[in-house]
Protein backbone atom coordinates (compact mmCIF):
# COMPACT_ATOMS: atom_id res chain seq x y z
CA UNK A 1 0.00 0.00 0.00
CA UNK A 2 1.06 3.75 -0.59
CA UNK A 3 2.34 5.55 2.26
CA UNK A 4 1.87 9.30 2.57
CA UNK A 5 3.23 10.99 -0.17
CA UNK A 6 4.67 14.50 -0.22
CA UNK A 7 6.58 16.70 -2.59
CA UNK A 8 8.57 18.04 -3.86
CA UNK A 9 11.31 16.09 -1.49
CA UNK A 10 13.86 19.01 -1.55
CA UNK A 11 13.20 22.47 -2.58
CA UNK A 12 15.58 25.14 -2.48
CA UNK A 13 14.45 29.02 -3.36
CA UNK A 14 15.14 32.54 -2.85
CA UNK A 15 13.81 34.65 0.05
CA UNK A 16 10.61 36.10 -0.37
CA UNK A 17 9.35 33.34 -2.58
CA UNK A 18 6.16 31.83 -2.63
CA UNK A 19 6.85 27.92 -1.92
CA UNK A 20 3.91 25.48 -2.30
CA UNK A 21 4.63 21.95 -0.36
CA UNK A 22 2.01 18.85 -0.98
CA UNK A 23 0.83 16.05 0.67
CA UNK A 24 -1.37 13.15 -0.29
CA UNK A 25 -2.70 11.25 2.84
CA UNK A 26 -2.58 7.26 2.92
CA UNK A 27 -6.48 6.67 1.06
CA UNK A 28 -9.33 6.29 3.55
CA UNK A 29 -7.38 8.28 6.22
CA UNK A 30 -9.73 11.41 7.36
CA UNK A 31 -7.23 12.95 9.72
CA UNK A 32 -3.87 14.86 8.11
CA UNK A 33 -1.18 16.74 10.11
CA UNK A 34 1.54 19.20 9.12
CA UNK A 35 4.80 19.05 10.97
CA UNK A 36 8.18 20.83 10.99
CA UNK A 37 11.44 19.70 12.49
CA UNK A 38 14.50 21.56 13.20
CA UNK A 39 17.61 21.20 15.32
CA UNK A 40 16.55 23.51 17.31
CA UNK A 41 13.06 23.05 18.08
CA UNK A 42 12.63 19.06 17.06
CA UNK A 43 9.38 17.85 15.59
CA UNK A 44 6.38 20.34 15.73
CA UNK A 45 2.62 20.30 15.25
CA UNK A 46 1.71 23.35 12.91
CA UNK A 47 -1.63 22.15 11.81
CA UNK A 48 -4.22 19.11 11.57
CA UNK A 49 -7.52 18.57 9.47
CA UNK A 50 -10.25 16.05 10.29
CA UNK A 51 -12.42 15.30 7.47
CA UNK A 52 -10.35 18.20 5.77
CA UNK A 53 -11.60 20.59 8.02
CA UNK A 54 -8.74 22.41 10.09
CA UNK A 55 -9.05 21.27 13.84
CA UNK A 56 -6.32 23.29 15.03
CA UNK A 57 -4.06 25.45 13.48
CA UNK A 58 -2.04 27.17 16.87
CA UNK A 59 1.32 25.65 15.61
CA UNK A 60 1.15 27.97 12.65
CA UNK A 61 4.03 30.14 13.28
CA UNK A 62 2.89 33.40 11.56
CA UNK A 63 0.54 34.58 8.63
CA UNK A 64 3.04 33.82 6.53
CA UNK A 65 2.00 30.36 6.77
CA UNK A 66 -1.65 28.76 5.25
CA UNK A 67 -2.59 25.07 4.95
CA UNK A 68 -5.48 23.89 3.08
CA UNK A 69 -7.16 20.77 2.34
CA UNK A 70 -9.64 20.94 -0.56
CA UNK A 71 -10.36 17.41 -0.66
CA UNK A 72 -9.40 13.77 0.77
CA UNK A 73 -7.08 12.96 -1.18
CA UNK A 74 -4.36 17.00 -1.15
CA UNK A 75 -3.34 18.53 0.82
CA UNK A 76 -1.24 21.47 0.56
CA UNK A 77 1.18 24.06 3.18
CA UNK A 78 1.90 27.39 1.77
CA UNK A 79 4.67 30.03 2.87
CA UNK A 80 4.86 33.62 1.64
CA UNK A 81 6.40 35.03 1.37
CA UNK A 82 9.14 32.79 2.65
CA UNK A 83 12.27 33.88 5.28
CA UNK A 84 15.72 31.90 5.97
CA UNK A 85 14.49 30.98 9.14
CA UNK A 86 11.63 28.96 7.62
CA UNK A 87 14.19 26.57 6.45
CA UNK A 88 13.51 23.26 7.64
CA UNK A 89 11.91 19.54 6.96
CA UNK A 90 8.30 19.64 6.84
CA UNK A 91 6.41 16.05 7.22
CA UNK A 92 2.85 15.82 6.84
CA UNK A 93 1.46 12.62 8.50
CA UNK A 94 -2.22 10.98 8.35
CA UNK A 95 -4.08 9.10 10.67
CA UNK A 96 -7.31 6.49 9.89
CA UNK A 97 -9.41 8.86 12.99
CA UNK A 98 -8.51 11.13 15.57
CA UNK A 99 -6.80 8.70 18.56
CA UNK A 100 -5.36 6.30 15.68
CA UNK A 101 -1.67 6.05 15.26
CA UNK A 102 0.25 8.73 12.26
CA UNK A 103 1.76 7.47 9.82
CA UNK A 104 4.22 9.94 8.45
CA UNK A 105 5.74 10.57 5.07
CA UNK A 106 9.20 11.12 4.04
CA UNK A 107 9.38 14.84 4.24
CA UNK A 108 10.23 17.79 2.30
CA UNK A 109 13.64 19.38 3.05
CA UNK A 110 13.11 23.05 2.83
CA UNK A 111 16.19 25.45 2.49
CA UNK A 112 15.50 29.06 1.95
CA UNK A 113 18.91 31.45 0.72
CA UNK B 1 -0.15 22.48 27.44
CA UNK B 2 1.67 19.21 27.70
CA UNK B 3 5.56 18.72 27.72
CA UNK B 4 7.38 15.51 27.03
CA UNK B 5 11.14 14.95 27.92
CA UNK B 6 13.15 12.39 26.87
CA UNK B 7 16.94 10.86 28.14
CA UNK B 8 19.39 10.25 26.74
CA UNK B 9 20.01 12.27 24.00
CA UNK B 10 22.48 9.76 22.57
CA UNK B 11 22.65 6.26 23.71
CA UNK B 12 25.67 4.00 22.27
CA UNK B 13 25.64 0.61 23.01
CA UNK B 14 27.61 -2.81 21.63
CA UNK B 15 25.43 -5.15 19.27
CA UNK B 16 23.56 -8.05 20.88
CA UNK B 17 22.94 -5.52 24.16
CA UNK B 18 19.85 -3.66 25.46
CA UNK B 19 19.13 -0.48 25.08
CA UNK B 20 16.46 1.70 27.32
CA UNK B 21 15.01 5.46 26.05
CA UNK B 22 13.11 7.21 29.17
CA UNK B 23 11.02 9.93 28.28
CA UNK B 24 8.39 11.61 31.05
CA UNK B 25 5.28 14.18 30.56
CA UNK B 26 3.56 16.35 32.20
CA UNK B 27 -0.38 16.68 31.57
CA UNK B 28 -2.13 13.54 33.27
CA UNK B 29 -4.49 13.52 31.10
CA UNK B 30 -2.58 12.09 28.34
CA UNK B 31 -3.25 8.18 27.70
CA UNK B 32 -1.66 7.48 23.66
CA UNK B 33 2.04 7.38 23.93
CA UNK B 34 3.68 6.31 20.41
CA UNK B 35 7.66 5.50 19.61
CA UNK B 36 8.66 6.55 16.51
CA UNK B 37 12.08 5.66 14.40
CA UNK B 38 13.54 8.10 12.32
CA UNK B 39 16.34 7.13 9.84
CA UNK B 40 18.25 9.46 7.59
CA UNK B 41 16.62 10.96 5.07
CA UNK B 42 13.03 9.27 6.58
CA UNK B 43 9.87 10.05 7.74
CA UNK B 44 9.38 9.05 11.73
CA UNK B 45 8.01 5.09 11.50
CA UNK B 46 5.73 4.29 13.95
CA UNK B 47 7.38 1.04 16.08
CA UNK B 48 5.59 0.73 18.84
CA UNK B 49 2.28 2.21 20.82
CA UNK B 50 0.72 1.98 24.55
CA UNK B 51 -2.74 3.23 25.84
CA UNK B 52 -2.81 4.09 29.77
CA UNK B 53 -5.23 1.37 30.08
CA UNK B 54 -2.00 -1.36 29.80
CA UNK B 55 1.33 -1.09 31.28
CA UNK B 56 3.04 -2.82 29.24
CA UNK B 57 3.54 -3.63 25.59
CA UNK B 58 6.21 -5.83 23.87
CA UNK B 59 6.55 -6.54 19.85
CA UNK B 60 9.40 -9.19 19.53
CA UNK B 61 12.49 -7.50 21.00
CA UNK B 62 10.49 -4.12 21.46
CA UNK B 63 8.90 -3.36 24.68
CA UNK B 64 6.98 -0.12 26.24
CA UNK B 65 6.57 0.19 29.44
CA UNK B 66 3.99 2.75 31.07
CA UNK B 67 3.54 3.94 34.72
CA UNK B 68 1.30 6.61 35.08
CA UNK B 69 1.33 7.48 38.70
CA UNK B 70 4.93 8.57 38.15
CA UNK B 71 3.69 9.92 34.61
CA UNK B 72 7.01 8.01 32.45
CA UNK B 73 7.57 5.73 29.57
CA UNK B 74 10.33 3.56 28.97
CA UNK B 75 11.61 2.08 25.30
CA UNK B 76 12.97 -1.04 25.93
CA UNK B 77 15.35 -2.52 22.69
CA UNK B 78 17.00 -5.93 23.33
CA UNK B 79 19.40 -8.12 21.50
CA UNK B 80 20.54 -4.50 19.49
CA UNK B 81 21.39 -4.96 16.11
CA UNK B 82 23.13 -2.11 13.58
CA UNK B 83 20.01 -1.81 11.91
CA UNK B 84 18.41 -0.34 14.82
CA UNK B 85 20.69 2.20 14.46
CA UNK B 86 18.07 5.73 14.16
CA UNK B 87 17.03 8.52 16.13
CA UNK B 88 13.73 7.83 18.53
CA UNK B 89 11.47 9.94 19.71
CA UNK B 90 8.60 9.63 22.00
CA UNK B 91 5.47 10.71 22.17
CA UNK B 92 2.06 11.79 23.96
CA UNK B 93 -1.24 13.15 23.65
CA UNK B 94 -4.81 13.02 24.75
CA UNK B 95 -8.59 12.76 23.61
CA UNK B 96 -9.08 15.99 23.35
CA UNK B 97 -7.85 15.84 19.51
CA UNK B 98 -4.76 13.71 18.90
CA UNK B 99 -2.09 16.41 18.77
CA UNK B 100 0.77 14.55 19.66
CA UNK B 101 3.92 16.13 22.16
CA UNK B 102 7.30 14.66 20.41
CA UNK B 103 10.29 14.53 22.99
CA UNK B 104 13.75 16.30 21.88
CA UNK B 105 14.78 12.43 20.69
CA UNK B 106 17.50 9.82 21.38
CA UNK B 107 20.00 9.31 18.39
CA UNK B 108 21.05 5.64 19.09
CA UNK B 109 24.06 4.05 17.69
CA UNK B 110 24.74 0.46 17.56
CA UNK B 111 28.38 -0.76 17.62
CA UNK B 112 29.15 -4.04 15.94
Known amino acids: DAGVIQSPRHEVTEMGQEVTLRCKPISGHNSLFWYRQTMMRGLELLIYFNNNVPIDDSGMPEDRFSAKMPNASFSTLKIQPSEPRDSAVYFCASSLAQNQPQHFGDGTRLSIL | GENVEQHPSTLSVQEGDSAVIKCTYS??????FPWYKQELGKGPQLIIDIRSNVGEKKDQRIAVTLNKTAKHFSLHITETQPEDSAVYFC???????????FGGGTRLMVKP
Open chain 2, 91 to 101: AASNNAGNMLT
Open chain 2, 27 to 32: DSASNY
